[in-house]
């Protein structure tokens, strides 16, 4: 078992925030419920940030529940960061928008809970940034070809020192949201792994300046193939040096990643305190971490303090508190429901349109078919057939997820963290602009076209056949677009 994620198995969800996946009391269910009541008002708003969704006397009538139930709801849709509570005359919660920043936040501190290595974000980079300028081509105008051409005239004289810039640069003129948020993201994961900056010799940097001018030069000829293998071949040499580096590590630093947004934040303090303890000693699932007592004593703050870091860690799924006699904080199996809820949440925000979501599902999904095969076991086939035949028992209003679940499959068992997390957010996104109403005849004639295209999928996936498994996945896929979207 090389990971410890399980995306698999989740019970289904009623919406599609997945707050509900934290066990807890009824308190914590009717604040879950609330939670997502106001991020569906933000979004029927049309997310007008700075605009006050009303004070607490208001939304307590509003919503019906007591204050306790309502600030528990508005602690986790400030952790999404869309939302802040603003005290004061012409106070209340006020609507914000979520910051490249925080999601950044969110995304390593789940990175780093998941043990991620730096050759599964690196493997990441090398599909998600090759999609990326193969597309460029088709949407490429004077303007944004003016840009590519600035920055590399840049890197050559000396003006333009940010590596990033170049590759920011280019997921940008796809013009896909999803594919600009996701190779910022990693491209600042990557930098964890190493935070020694001196180890770029000026001969690695022309290297790379090179290689960034040939890319360029592809995608503004309208080849890209041609920039797509020379993206792949750049990003391989990058991953080639920093592994061959002593000072690079294949996991995460937590010196890097458990810094940053904490100032003036004892609660966040002390939760990342506790994660980074349960990582460095290698806790388990349903291990104990102590009573609230314990961790009161253990970082010398109140009750108050200690059930809020709680709470973040049972956002992130990291641990949660069981009460009754032997009851403690105890570690949760790790889980990406949390990040990719915030991810979500991001792009719906700056506008992402169904067929951004589309252009990026059919890259991942084909690069997850490539992969899936490379790693296929009789342990993994087993785990393919056993959600082929969940979703064949599934009835009728359990199908949608349970069909959903077959993707969710094959994106763990293709075993790169980074890419599942890509692949689950792509799917979340799809759910949250799924056209409503559909007859249940449609539905259950469709239900049989996807179950009888997830068996071919599956039949070639562990017969090692790609070109049959991406032919047949690719065709689903726009079978799907068709009739849902
Ligand atoms: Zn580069
Ligand atoms: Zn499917």
């Excluded at 509003?62 to 005290?87: C, K, N, P, T, W």
């Excluded at 979703?391 to 959903?404: I, W």
């Amino acid at each position: 078992m090389d990971s410890r994620l399980s995306a698999v198995g989740d019970p289904p969800k009623s919406s599609w925030t997945s707050w509900a996946s934290s066990a807890g009391s009824s308190q914590s269910k009717l604040a879950t419920s609330v939670a997502d009541r106001i991020v569906q008002d933000i979004i029927s708003r049309g997310w007008p940030v700075g605009q006050v969704l009303g004070s607490e006397p208001e939304l307590l009538e509003r919503y019906g529940v007591s204050r306790a139930v309502f600030r528990e709801a508005v602690r986790l849709v400030e952790h999404q960061q869309i939302v802040r509570m603003r005290r004061g005359p012409g106070g209340g919660l006020m609507i914000t928008a979520p910051t490249i920043d925080a999601i950044a936040d969110a995304v390593q501190l789940t990175l780093y809970w998941l043990d991620a290595r730096l050759d599964e974000v690196f493997d990441a980079r090398e599909i998600l940034e090759g999609l990326a300028v193969r597309l460029v081509p088709d949407h490429l105008d004077e303007r944004r070809a003016d840009r590519l051409r600035a920055i590399v005239a840049g890197e050559r004289s000396g003006a333009v020192r940010d590596h990033r810039e170049i590759h920011a640069a280019l997921a940008t003129s796809t013009g896909n949201p999803a594919i600009e948020l996701f190779v910022d993201l990693l491209n600042r994961v990557t930098g964890l792994y190493f935070s020694d900056t001196s180890l770029l010799t000026s001969q690695t940097l022309d290297a790379a300046h090179h290689a960034h001018a040939r890319i360029v030069e592809a995608v503004v000829a309208g080849d890209g193939d041609l920039a797509c293998s020379r993206m792949e071949r750049h990003l391989r040499a990058e991953a080639t040096f920093l592994r061959e580096h002593g000072s690079t590590s294949q996991l995460i630093d937590p010196a890097v990643v458990l810094t940053g947004h904490t100032e003036g934040k004892k609660a966040e303090e002390v939760a990342r305190e506790i994660l980074r303890s349960v990582v460095e000693r290698k806790s388990q699932p349903g291990d104990l971490l102590g009573s609230e007592g314990d961790l009161m004593e253990r970082f010398a703050v109140s009750r108050a303090i200690i059930r809020e870091a709680v709470q973040l860690l049972e956002h992130y799924d990291i641990a949660a508190m069981r009460r009754g006699p032997g009851g403690g904080l105890i570690v949760l199996e790790p889980s990406i429901t949390a990040v990719t809820d915030v991810i979500a949440l991001y792009l719906e925000y700056h506008g992402i349109q169904v067929a951004d979501v589309f252009e990026l599902r059919v890259g991942i999904e084909m690069a997850l078919v490539d992969l899936a095969i490379d790693a296929m076991d009789p342990t993994r086939s087993d785990q393919l057939h056993e959600a082929l035949e969940n979703e064949r028992g599934a009835s009728d209003e359990l199908f949608k997820e349970a069909a959903q679940d077959l993707h969710a499959v094959i994106a763990s068992v293709a075993g790169n963290r980074v890419l599942e997390l890509v692949s689950v957010v792509v799917v979340r996104l799809r759910r949250m602009h799924e056209g409503g109403d559909v007859s249940s005849l449609a539905r259950r004639s469709a239900g049989t076209e996807v179950t009888r295209a997830h068996e071919a999928i599956v039949e070639g996936l562990v017969g090692g056949d790609k070109v049959a498994s991406r032919r047949r996945m690719r065709r689903h896929l726009q079978e799907l677009s068709t009739f849902y979207d």
